[in-house]
């Protein structure tokens, strides 16, 4: 079946830095991606939709200039988190649809210290 | 706007045992789906199950039963002789009337402790 990966599973950094996470269908393409957060013992959260070609959708509440979403192709999201802090540390998924299929991606963890 | 319940916090349970997971929804949408997913320690979500509204079949798959009611809008998720191996976060999902292509929207979870 179809296949997402994210890259990295899991990341530390320092506070103030910027961090990269990609989301990759393989053997897909997807013109429209989502982004899921989700705090220690929480819910998953959707925090924007990433599109092809053109401005991602953020949810009500989520920062758009601090979770920057780069879909520069049909076969990869990316989502920065600038300027991390410790209250950014959660556990970010991505998923992406295929026909009337939804696959999602392995999950990042991020620890900021 | 959309919600799902899941009221059950957390769930422990003895090997062997059956356990009904629930899972409540509210949607204006007249077409939408409805999902299971697993998520054990390691993090990853395991889909179980994805049912559309029209389809009020219960199924089973295995251990694993599912009871759609869509006139308590309820989604409720059986395992027969649980194992070690069940334990996990159970999420149920709703998405919106593109069907599955579209963002779900989670339940809080239910955590299932299953031990020997």
């Known amino acids: 079946g179809a296949v997402v990966s994210q890259h990295p599973s899991r990341v530390i950094c320092k506070s103030g830095t910027s961090v990269k996470i990609e989301c990759r269908s393989l053997?897909?393409?997807?013109?429209?991606m989502f982004w899921y957060r989700q705090f220690p013992k929480q819910s998953l959260m959707l925090m924007a939709t990433?599109?092809?070609?053109?401005?991602?959708?953020?949810e009500q509440g989520v920062e758009k200039d601090k979770f920057l979403i780069n879909h520069a192709s049909l076969t990869l999201s990316t989502l920065t988190v600038t300027s991390a802090h410790p209250e950014d540390s959660s556990f970010y998924i991505c998923?992406?649809?295929?026909?009337?299929?939804?696959?999602f991606g392995e999950g990042s963890r991020l620890t900021v210290l | 706007a959309q919600k799902v319940t899941q009221a059950q916090t957390e769930i422990s349970v003895v090997e062997k045992e059956d356990v009904t997971l629930d899972c409540v929804y509210e949607?204006?949408?007249?077409?939408?789906?409805l999902f299971w997913y697993k998520q054990p320690p390691s993090g990853e979500l395991v889909f179980l199950i994805r049912?559309?509204?029209?389809?009020?079949q219960n199924e089973i798959s295995g251990r694993y039963s599912w009871n759609f009611q869509k006139s308590t809008s309820s989604f409720n998720f059986t395992i027969t002789a649980s194992q070690v191996v069940d334990s996990a976060v159970y999420f149920c999902?709703?998405?919106?009337?593109?069907?599955?292509?579209?963002?779900?929207?989670f339940g809080t979870g239910t955590r299932l402790q299953v031990t020997l």
């Open positions: 998923s992406a649809p295929q026909g009337a299929e939804l696959f």
């Open positions: 949607t204006r949408d007249t077409t939408y789906y």
């Open positions: 990433s599109n092809e070609g053109s401005k991602a959708t953020y």
């Open positions: 999902a709703l998405s919106g009337p593109r069907g599955t292509a579209s963002k779900l929207t």
């Open positions: 053997d897909f393409q997807a013109t429209t």
């Open positions: 049912r559309n509204s029209f389809d009020e």
